[in-house]
């Protein structure tokens, strides 16, 4: 007789660690340069409005990108799933750069007003809604799905350190140059992360029905796919998928609960306080803090367990924080609730952020993302002119507790949902 060796079956191969990857790590540098432009770019839109006009033009033309990018968010998902998001981001990235070197030369050459750095902006919120929803869509082809929440952790650093670094450096750029310097700073920043990317290497996806060249409809017939067709197609996944419909309505319901305490209501309380604008910068560097720690954590580990019920924890925790933190007594006080929600947001906002990922189909990314960009940068930012009214009328209490109880609803939102509820990162 003779012996039939089987051959033992192939083990997966693990996917590298995105903190040890260079593929990762170059899309992180792209990603970091272009994030702290932006920053730079805003402090030099804000000096340049201000002194061009009176402050409620200022205002007007740092709110009219806005606009756009709400209008156009949706269009911007089909075109990066139907072109991929790598040639999106590096296009937009181009054009973003290009835009901000022209504004910066015509600043230098002379004092062309308002409505050049207006129409700067409008250039920026269409480019926006193009690059914001390919950002989303990029980590999956850059890495395996064991890692993708290992990624969140450190694109939230990465957002995190560009925060810190872009305000004094765009500062720095005023003080010596004027906006225009700055705006030269901002350009060379973005421009950067343009060979950064190119360099990078695309994951294939695999194959999936939503790649079909055409589909069929109901008579049979075989009817070319549209953009129209692929906006549709997106939006229906996202309806009748089970995770990714609750999951964006909890984020649509955190964020309502969030942003307006935490930008215009801490303002306003620290005013009513009397802690000044010194003691509204602590309180602002805890939350910073706290939401570091947690995408630091989430980068370290790599993933959690149980990260659907984690999520809904950490929002419902966090809410009763923003809830307390119209009655703290001290700065001090203030403070150390302010890490804490830092802390519960950022752990949330990265859980959540690493469901989106792993859940969604990667040839759908650019709409899903497209959907929770729109929540998040359309309709929350909505909050913020209500809470300063609200607590005009009622004070900072009645309104902090009310917008932690929004923002608590999305943490029983994916208690309520099982297949949420109940959601893992993968291993």
Not at 298 to 324: C, D, E, N
Not at 343 to 365: E, I, K, N
Not at 377 to 406: E, N, Q, R, Y
Request: charged fraction near 10%; proline fraction near 6%.
């Amino acid at each position: 007789m003779t012996a039939t060796v089987i051959p033992p079956a192939p083990q997966p191969v693990a996917d590298t660690p995105a903190h040890r990857d260079g593929n990762v790590l170059r899309w992180l540098g792209a990603y970091t340069s272009s994030m702290i432009g932006d920053n730079v770019y805003y402090i030099a839109l804000s000096w340049a409005a201000v002194q061009a006009g009176t402050p409620s033009q200022a205002g007007m033309v740092m709110a009219v990108s806005a606009v756009p990018r709400a209008l156009l968010m949706l269009g911007g998902g089909v075109v990066a799933d139907r072109f991929g998001p790598r040639k999106v981001v590096i296009g937009s990235d181009a054009v973003r750069c290009a835009a901000v070197l022209a504004a910066a030369a015509l600043l230098f050459a002379a004092s062309p007003g308002l409505w050049l750095l207006a129409l700067l902006a409008v250039v920026f919120g269409i480019v926006d809604a193009v690059f914001m929803p390919a950002v989303g869509a990029l980590p999956a082809r850059v890495t395996g799905r064991s890692q993708l929440a290992r990624v969140q952790g450190m694109r939230g650093l990465a957002i995190r350190f560009a925060n810190v670094v872009g305000a004094p450096l765009g500062g720095l750029g005023v003080a010596l140059g004027g906006a225009a310097a700055a705006f030269g700073l901002a350009g060379m920043l973005i421009a950067v992360s343009v060979p950064l990317l190119i360099s990078v290497r695309m994951k294939e996806l695999p194959a999936a029905a939503a790649d079909d060249d055409a589909v069929g409809d109901s008579r049979g017939e075989v009817a070319e796919r549209t953009p129209w067709r692929d906006l549709r197609d997106g939006l229906r996944y996202i309806r009748r998928h089970p995770v990714l419909a609750p999951l964006i309505a909890a984020i649509a319901l955190g964020d309502l609960g969030f942003v307006g305490p935490l930008n215009v209501g801490l303002t306003l309380l620290a005013d009513r306080r009397g802690w000044g604008a010194s003691g509204m910068g602590w309180v602002l560097a805890g939350f910073g803090i706290g939401a570091g720690t947690a995408a630091l954590l989430l980068t370290v580990r790599g993933r959690l367990p149980h990260a659907g019920r984690v999520a809904a924890v950490a929002i419902l925790t966090g809410s009763v924080a923003i809830g307390a933190l119209a009655y703290v007594p001290s700065v001090a006080a203030a403070v150390g609730v302010a890490l804490l929600v830092g802390l519960l947001a950022g752990l949330s906002g990265a859980l959540c952020g690493a469901l989106l990922q792993t859940q969604a189909d990667p040839a759908y990314l650019g709409r899903v993302s497209a959907v929770a960009g729109l929540v998040s940068l359309g309709l929350a930012p909505l909050s913020m002119p209500l809470t300063a009214a609200a607590i005009g009328w009622w004070g900072t209490g009645p309104v902090f507790v009310t917008s932690a109880a929004v923002c608590g609803l999305g943490g029983v939102l994916v208690l309520c949902f099982r297949d949420l509820r109940r959601a893992e990162l993968p291993r």
